[in-house]
């Protein structure tokens, strides 16, 4: 069936560095990919999205690149914050119309 | 949580008894779902509605029933709540079906004894 997949379950990373999290995904007809953030005990948290089309989209610290010849999409997010440590994962739309989510990724900034 | 309420938030219940979970929306948003979220799984689909008294059934619909008698409501029942049932809940709503993001509630923590 349809998947994707965080390669890591978790990351560490020294505040002020850049962070970069990465998700593969099954469907080469997928369409849209939406990066969620969520924290403990919270709901997702829509960070950025880009449809297929598009190999690349920037928003406020944040870039999402989409490689549709290896299925795969990378969240960077630049100087990384403490208020950046959650659980990061990436959603998949097909053409079906229903969305696959990844598992997530773990982030966590060390001060 | 972009205009999403879920209530209760926590719940505690035995097998064998019935559940309803209610998810409200302030966005007039025409579509609202419902999934569960359980270690190593993503997001899973339950059921889904595209209008008032429109709903369809997503990947684990079994064991689960939902109405929309208003744009603003859309509530997940469980018959009969079995331990596997035991999972956090999460509403989420869109604009349209298509491309579009969904936005996701804070959700309910339901535990199954």
């Known amino acids: 069936g349809e998947s994707v997949g965080l390669h890591l379950p978790t990351l560490s990373v020294q505040e002020g560095d850049n962070s970069i999290i990465n998700c593969a995904y099954s469907?080469?007809?997928?369409?849209?990919f939406i990066w969620y953030k969520q924290e403990s005990g919270k709901g997702p948290q829509f960070i950025i999205d880009?449809?297929?089309?598009?190999d690349k989209r920037q928003g406020q610290r944040v870039t999402v690149l989409l490689n549709k010849t290896v299925k795969h999409l990378s969240l960077q997010i630049a100087a990384t914050q403490p208020g950046d440590s959650a659980v990061y994962f990436c959603a998949g739309k097909n053409t079906g119309n229903q969305f696959y989510f990844g598992t997530g990724t773990s982030l966590t900034v060390i001060p | 949580d972009a205009g999403i309420t879920q209530s209760p938030r926590h719940k505690v219940t035995e097998t064998g008894t019935p559940v309803t979970l209610r998810c409200h929306q302030t966005?007039?948003?025409?579509?609202m779902y419902w999934y569960r979220q359980d270690p190593g799984h993503g997001l899973r689909l339950i059921h889904y509605s595209y209008g008032v008294k429109d709903t369809d059934k997503g990947e684990v619909s079994d064991g689960y029933s939902v109405s929309r008698s208003k744009t603003e409501d859309f509530l997940l029942t469980l018959e009969s709540a079995t331990s596997s049932q035991t999972s956090v809940y999460f509403c989420?709503?869109?604009?349209?079906?298509?491309?579009?993001?969904?936005?996701f509630g804070p959700g309910t923590r339901l535990t199954v004894l």
């Open positions: 469907n080469s007809a997928s369409d849209y």
């Open positions: 989420a709503i869109s604009r349209d079906r298509g491309p579009d993001t969904q936005y």
């Open positions: 880009i449809r297929s089309n598009m």
């Open positions: 966005e007039n948003h025409r579509y």
